[in-house]
């Protein structure tokens, strides 16, 4: 079992900022590619971004340009700067070891207008 622990999320205003913490297991964290989704309120799970253990980054169209997703492998932390927050980013954000039934428990984004 890999626990994956998130934090970070809270409420803010539109065009407000915060930034999401996952938390992994030293074990695999710096070998493998993780990701951030969301599920929005009534919706499915979504893939936001996602960063090689090299630190090569993918992000959705979505959010390019306002999101950044960073990675301490020497502290098992992944994060994810959200600027420039719109009321659609709201949502649950959960972080995963890509590709693996690995998920957080998530943390919760709500954006205000």
């Known amino acids: 079992q890999v626990q994956l622990v998130e934090s970070g999320g809270g409420l803010v205003q539109a065009g407000g900022s915060l930034r999401l913490s996952c938390a992994a297991p030293?074990?695999?964290?710096?070998?493998?590619?993780m990701a951030w989704y969301r599920q929005p309120p009534g919706k499915g799970r979504e893939l936001v971004a996602k960063i090689t253990s090299a630190g090569i980054t993918y992000y959705v169209d979505s959010v390019k340009g306002r999101f950044t997703i960073s990675r301490d492998n020497a502290k098992n932390i992944m994060f994810l700067q959200m600027n420039s927050l719109k009321p659609e980013d709201a949502a649950v954000y959960y972080c995963?070891?890509?590709?693996?039934?690995?998920w957080g428990q998530g943390t919760q984004v709500t954006v205000s207008s």
């Open positions: 995963n070891v890509d590709g693996s039934p690995y």
């Open positions: 030293g074990s695999i964290f710096r070998i493998v590619t």
